[in-house]
């Protein structure tokens, strides 16, 4: 499974920013990270298949929102509120229960100016 993310750019504080993955094929769990520089990389969120689960990590909560499109194999990230705290890299990533695999995909940058 190939990960495609988009939609990372340079926003003003308190803008908002969409990004978005496509998968090559089917997946369980999809979801992202971040690495800020000179920080390792953290959660920031997932989603099962069905998209009625997700989950946040704490900083995130009330202005991301996960979602998923099954039929574009793509999973999105809805960022409102952005604060320059969160400016870092973001990975898409893919968890495919039957093999066990997880799947990575090219980071996408995000900047958020204060």
């Known amino acids: 499974v190939q990960l495609q993310a988009s939609g990372g750019g340079l926003v003003q504080a308190g803008g908002s920013l969409r990004l978005s993955c496509a998968a090559s094929?089917?997946?369980?769990?999809m979801g992202w990270f971040r690495q800020a520089p000179g920080k390792e990389r953290e959660f920031v969120a997932a989603?099962?298949?069905?998209?009625?689960?997700?989950l946040y990590i704490d900083s995130v909560k009330g202005r991301f929102t996960i979602s998923r499109d099954n039929a574009k194999s793509t999973v999105y990230l809805q960022m409102n509120s952005l604060k320059p705290e969160d400016t870092a890299v973001y990975y898409c990533y893919a968890i495919h229960y039957y093999n066990g695999m997880t799947y990575w995909g090219k980071g996408t940058l995000v900047t958020v100016s204060s």
């Open positions: 989603t099962d298949r069905s998209g009625k689960y997700t």
């Open positions: 094929g089917s997946t369980d769990v």
